[in-house]
């Protein structure tokens, strides 16, 4: 090999070494150094970095942020910008910096103003929780000038309070914050050994889902929504934003839904001021409830959000949840709690210590002792034999440090020396001593005032305010806008959007599935493209409703190879995309002679004429479908006919073959359901409607559309609605300060329309609503509980039945206590009732 060779080759070696070596340091220096938190104080090095500088410069007044950055770039080695940004966003978690200024503003995505101009201290709490030189693990800065703490001795689960986001090499860590009042009942709570919850609780409000959210750990998710309030029929207000949103981000995706065509909205206008408040403007013929589905199936109003908590531990990252960062930050905490106990008690028996050798140096007089000495060691040695008779009272070895401490005593010192006042020093010493004792020997104990006396300090004003709350699943298909128009070429087998000169089909979404059914008996499902071809002679083609198992299939087909004809029902309810299904028995030369779909399982009645030439002696009859059972796609059938076929017409139409649909009403999310959840309304056929009570004394009539809304919080009761039953409701007016009950019946039913049956005036309210044909209640009234008197007052019997509009009886004064009605299992009706939600 040559020389030239022998080179190259040992270069590209080193090259490659020199690759490995530096990269690898590179990943881990950004990994421990930049990017993911500490577990044991929940900061980055700039943000330690930042508290450490400013711990520096505290004398209890403000500081030019600027001031702030340079003084940190004594310990961090980066630029000015990157330290100012870290500065912002500490102050915006409004947890260890107080700030005073512009600091922009989280929920708008309005940026600080620049350094020189705003100013910053570190807040109590941060003083309290952060900071103790005694307990903290010292190292050299970057350029060896300084001493920057290895971490902060904090005291507190800062990182579940403030979160944290960072991007490494290779991996990274997304913690949410937490509730800080929770945080501390659920460190006060493992320290009780008693078990905890912890959920995220976001600073811009909102609500989230928190069913998987898998306690922050690699492989959860939450959902996280804007509140939508209906201002009006034709308004819609969105009163704050979902975590890591701007209202700037969250309008563009609002008009980026409507120039796409998934909603339809006139305008959307930011009114945010001190609270987050967008009005959008609806498009005629939109309803609200249709539009805040829309809004939250394709805006940012609701986003999801995937936590990975990553954090240092012993220079290495590992991946935990909440609830082992909880456990991990009390833990320390309690060994803090230790540390400062136990070098206050060090501190303290020295203090005793050298105040009993002064007490008694300057009491017994052995200052006297020195006055003959003539050297150092012999006025020494002189106090020390002075000190021997007493030496069994100390609680420690005299040492030499101490008799020379006691040669330093100011002559002044001696002459103004208070045996009384150096008793009660002494007393006050030892009553503290036996204190940190108690609570070293009680550390769990004292741990717990710990936490007590934070929440009791701080916790004022951090209440939750992200409302935890369980999210119906919005199908967007269900609630997409028909934004495009489906074109169909029925003999040439093509569908799409771009077949303008084709047959219009229907209008539909451009995120819906087409289901397809063709004269050989074959049915498809495709996306909405532009130009799909789903094979020749398509005799029907709809929107698709995955899961509908309503809508039925009422189909009659020749078999191609007996020649014998078929009729089946059947559903399509789940199917794979693209894929072609045979409905016949699968022959070549089948053919369909009759479909009909029908939205309710209707079964009707078809005229069937066979050929002419045929040998059957009745040629014409009629085939009900209501004899036939509803089975799968892939059933044969039952046989029709085993001569041809000339023609299948319509003649009647059935009536349906299914049986009415229950509907549940699920209190967790405010929404109707055919799955289950909740409370059992009743069975629902077309025209059936929903009747529900509010507080404010209004009631509301809707039809049971999946897509009906209702205001959980302030409900009183929902139920079918029958309109010969008799509402009897008791409501309490506040300013005659009397409750009145009254009975009617519903009048005004159009649908969607709030009407108020109670008197109007403010403080009014709905206490108790009722569809009994005879309720009685329970009325409890007195000044005190232990002198209530009960009063049951048969409803039916003391009211006449009035019109809706009436104010009612008066049937109590304002000392009432509490409204009850008694069941109809204990008044002896069996007509079941729906439940009433309180």
Not at 286 to 314: G, H, K, R, W
Not at 455 to 484: D, H, M, P, S, W
Not at 782 to 797: C, F, Q, V, W
Request: net charge negative.
């Amino acid at each position: 090999m040559s020389e030239e060779n022998k080179h190259s080759e040992q270069g590209s070696v080193l090259i490659s070494e020199m690759y490995e070596s530096w990269f690898l340091d590179y990943a881990s220096y950004v990994i421990l150094e930049r990017a993911v938190p500490a577990a044991e104080d929940g900061l980055k090095p700039v943000q330690r970095r930042i508290l450490h500088a400013m711990r520096e410069m505290d004398d209890g007044r403000f500081n030019k942020i600027a001031n702030v950055i340079g003084q940190t770039m004594q310990y961090h080695p980066h630029g000015d910008a990157s330290i100012g940004d870290a500065i912002v966003n500490l102050g915006q978690k409004d947890l260890l910096i107080e700030t005073q200024g512009n600091w922009g503003d989280v929920r708008t995505g309005d940026s600080a103003a620049a350094s020189r101009y705003i100013e910053g201290r570190l807040s109590k709490f941060a003083l309290e929780v952060a900071f103790n030189a005694k307990t903290t693990e010292w190292q050299l800065s970057y350029d060896g000038r300084k001493n920057e703490p290895v971490t902060l001795p904090m005291k507190f689960p800062l990182l579940l309070a403030q979160g944290a986001e960072g991007i490494a090499v290779g991996l990274s860590t997304k913690i949410l914050p937490h509730n800080f009042c929770e945080i501390l009942d659920a460190a006060i709570k493992y320290l009780k050994g008693r078990k905890f919850e912890l959920y995220p609780d976001f600073p811009n409000g909102g609500m989230i889902d928190v069913s998987n959210y898998n306690d922050g750990a690699r492989g959860g998710k939450v959902r996280v929504r804007a509140h939508i309030e209906e201002a009006d029929k034709k308004t819609l207000l969105i009163k704050d934003v979902p975590y890591g949103i701007t209202t700037t981000q969250l309008v563009d995706s609002i008009l980026k839904a409507n120039d796409s065509g998934k909603i339809k909205i006139k305008s959307v206008t930011d009114n945010t001021a001190k609270n987050v408040e967008l009005a959008v403007q609806l498009a005629p013929g939109v309803t609200t409830d249709q539009t805040i589905d829309a809004l939250y199936a394709f805006t940012d109003c609701e986003i999801s959000i995937s936590p990975n908590a990553c954090v240092i531990l012993d220079d290495k990252p590992h991946f935990v949840g909440a609830t082992d960062l909880l456990k991990r930050s009390v833990d320390d905490t309690k060994a803090l709690l230790l540390k400062e106990l136990e070098i206050k008690l060090g501190e303290l028996e020295d203090n005793w210590h050298y105040s009993s050798l002064e007490k008694i140096f300057i009491e017994k007089r052995i200052y006297r002792d020195i006055e003959e000495q003539t050297t150092w060691e012999g006025v020494l040695g002189a106090i020390d034999n002075g000190l021997k008779p007493y030496k069994k009272r100390f609680r420690r070895e005299i040492v030499m440090d101490d008799i020379v401490r006691l040669t330093e005593i100011r002559i002044k010192r001696i002459s103004k020396f208070d045996s009384f006042k150096a008793d009660e020093h002494i007393k006050a010493l030892e009553a503290e001593i036996e204190e940190v004792k108690n609570n070293i020997a009680n550390l769990n104990d004292y741990s717990i005032r710990y936490y007590e006396n934070l929440l009791k300090k701080y916790g004022k004003g951090r209440e939750r305010v992200t409302e935890i709350r369980q999210f119906e699943t919005i199908q967007a298909t269900t609630v997409a806008i028909a934004n495009t128009k489906l074109y169909v070429n029925y003999k040439e087998g093509f569908i799409g959007t771009g077949l303008k000169k084709d047959e219009f089909a229907f209008d539909c979404s451009d995120i819906d599935n087409i289901i397809v059914f063709r004269k050989d008996g074959k049915m498809t499902i495709t996306k909405v493209a532009d130009k799909t071809f789903v094979g020749k002679d398509i005799i029907h083609l709809a929107i698709f409703q995955k899961n509908d198992e309503r809508t039925t299939y009422n189909m009659i087909y020749v078999d191609g190879k007996t020649g014998i004809s078929y009729g089946k029902r059947f559903n399509v309810t789940g199917i794979t995309r693209d894929k072609e299904y045979d409905l016949t028995k699968g022959n070549p030369n089948s053919k369909v002679q009759y479909l009909s779909i029908n939205a309710n399982g209707e079964a009707e009645i078809v005229t069937i004429t066979l050929s002419p030439g045929c040998t059957a002696r009745n040629k014409v009859f009629d085939f009900p479908f209501e004899e036939l059972e509803i089975k799968s796609r892939s059933a044969q059938g039952n046989q029709v006919t085993k001569y041809p076929i000339k023609s299948v017409k319509f003649k009647e139409k059935g009536r349906s073959t299914l049986s009415a649909q229950k509907i549940w009403y699920d209190t967790a999310t405010g929404r109707l359901n055919k799955d289950g959840r909740g409370t059992l309304l009743g069975r629902f056929e077309e025209g059936d409607r929903i009747i529900s009570f509010y507080k404010d004394g209004s009631y509301e009539l809707t039809d049971f559309e999946l897509t009906n809304r209702f205001e959980t919080d302030n409900l009183l009761r929902i139920e079918k609605f029958a309109p010969e039953k008799v509402i009897s409701a008791v409501y309490y007016d506040a300013k005659a300060g009397q409750y009145n009950a009254k009975r009617f019946m519903i009048e005004s039913q159009t649908l969607k329309n709030r009407y108020l049956f109670i008197k109007e005036g403010e403080g009014n309210r709905l206490e108790l609503v009722s569809t009994q044909p005879e309720p009685v209640i329970v009325v409890k009234t007195g000044k005190k509980k232990s002198e209530l008197t009960e009063e049951e007052i048969a409803l039916s019997e003391r009211l006449d039945i009035t019109g809706w509009k009436t104010v009612g009886t008066r049937i109590a004064s304002n000392d009432v206590k509490e409204i009850s009605l008694i069941s109809e299992e204990e008044t002896g009706h069996s007509e079941q009732e729906a439940p009433t939600l309180f």
